[in-house]
């Protein structure tokens, strides 16, 4: 108790435990404290914690308090990973500073995890987070934390910020990786089928239902289930949800037999749902359930020094897939985009860097348009895409020309009919783009 009393005085937030086997489910892989143990003790002595500390984490600091006849089973100790060891009676001063040269050797060593995960993950196929703002690399220390817990995870963040991106990053770099990933969007399933999406179904389970459907949760059984806009779920399937996320097992509809599950579940939400669920349109105790590991992704407005970088790796993507060469931008015109609002957050700046790759720069930075253009493109189908980009192409060469159909037809390779068609189709008049 003296000893804990002294730590605290130091500011060192101390746990105290009555015996060596209490403190051991306390440890894990990643604890960021470091372990203090008399020798001789009742039970379990100090050099078997140390064991049993070594076999969750062997480079978790175990210190050592010795009487003079332990002197050579402490030495022992050090041989065999122990990180110091302090011989009784001890001053203040020694057993504190001893503490905390302990913790930052702990605290080194965790970084070091850290920055060499993020590197693996980065040299990885598969889902990148990019940016190196401090409010991104916050939120990558906490995915990598948490990326191989078994806890479920709920994801808080603005329309267009990336959350199934987190959703799979999280995924894609855990020991999860080899199993399904299955995203389900709440908001875009029917009230009536939400359940069989979910539950699956025995055939003859219900008219229509004229053979075995695997749900959702049972094909993602071994890895990870990303329930999107989780606070457009009806609140009847709410209560079901919880019990499946409490009892980790499954019933299809019109079934018997319960399916275990070994599931991790990721919710995303853009919502306040602690606020949705005091106005009474979320459960309380869902939320509660979900809120266990609570990240925050930072919308783009609040990492505005990471749009840069994120537009050359949006444009180069294009690149490839639309064969166009990408112009570098001007200092002038990375500073709008690091000045720009961007409601719209990751999603939109992709649209531009799409926009901008396929129409050149003059008729990309028009933020006054931006909005809504690039929020109807993410609402659009491949085709409308096509003739959104498609018109686009053709209202820019209208303009560079100054409305001169002959010069028109040259620089979109178009023969007279062509244009002329594809003009009225979408409402292009070349008087609009004459500079008289």
């Known amino acids: 108790m003296a000893v804990q009393q002294t730590l605290e005085l130091a500011d060192f937030n101390v746990n105290s435990f009555e015996s060596a086997a209490s403190a051991i489910p306390h440890l894990s892989h990643n604890w960021p404290g470091v372990v203090v143990s008399d020798i001789n003790m009742p039970g379990m002595n100090g050099l078997q914690l140390m064991e049993k500390v070594q076999a969750i984490d062997k480079e978790l600091p175990v210190i050592l308090v010795t009487g003079h006849g332990d002197i050579s089973m402490a030495v022992s100790a050090i041989q065999n990973g122990a990180y110091d060891f302090i011989e009784k009676p001890f001053s203040n001063d020694q057993i504190v500073e001893v503490v905390r040269r302990a913790i930052e050797k702990r605290s080194l060593t965790l970084e070091n995890r850290n920055l060499r995960a993020e590197l693996e993950a980065h040299n990885s196929p598969g889902p990148r987070i990019l940016g190196n703002t401090p409010p991104i690399l916050k939120m990558r220390r906490i995915l990598h934390q948490v990326m191989d817990t078994p806890t479920d995870i709920l994801l808080n963040g603005e329309t267009g ?40 179904h025995e055939a003859g389970a219900f008219t229509g239902a004229d053979k075995i459907r695997i749900g959702k949760f049972e094909h993602a059984n071994g890895g990870t289930l990303f329930l999107d806009e989780i606070e457009s779920m009806p609140m009847g399937l709410q209560v079901k949800i919880l019990r499946v996320l409490e009892e980790r097992q499954v019933e299809r509809l019109g079934a018997n037999v319960l399916i275990p599950l070994d599931i991790r579940i990721i919710a995303a939400t853009k919502v306040d749902l602690k606020a949705l669920s005091e106005q009474g349109e979320f459960r309380r105790d869902l939320l509660y359930r979900l809120n266990i590991v609570s990240i925050d992704i930072p919308a783009l407005r ?67 348009e931006l ?32 409305g001169s159909i002959k010069e028109t037809m040259v620089t979109l390779g178009l023969p007279r009919k062509t244009l002329y068609d594809k003009m009225k189709k979408y409402g292009l008049n070349r008087l609009e783009y004459t500079h008289e």
């Open 302 to 368: 609040d990492r505005a020094d990471d749009i840069p970088l994120l537009f050359e790796h949006f444009s180069l993507i294009a690149s490839a897939r639309y064969q166009r060469e990408i112009i570098p931008l001007s200092p002038e015109k990375n500073h709008e985009l690091m000045a720009y609002d961007w409601p719209g957050n990751v999603r939109e700046l992709r649209n531009m860097a799409e926009r901008y790759v396929i129409m050149g720069e003059e008729t990309t930075f028009n933020m006054g």
């Open 161 to 200: 910020v990336g959350k199934e991106l987190v959703a799979r990053y999280l995924h894609e770099h855990s020991v999860r990786k080899d199993k399904n990933f299955v995203a389900i969007n709440c908001g875009a399933i029917p009230e009536n089928l939400i359940e069989s999406e979910l539950y699956g």
């Open 371 to 402: 909005d809504n253009s690039t929020e109807i493109q993410g609402r659009q189908t491949l085709m409308e895409k096509v003739e959104f980009f498609e018109r686009s192409l053709i209202a820019d060469a209208l303009s560079k020309n100054q």
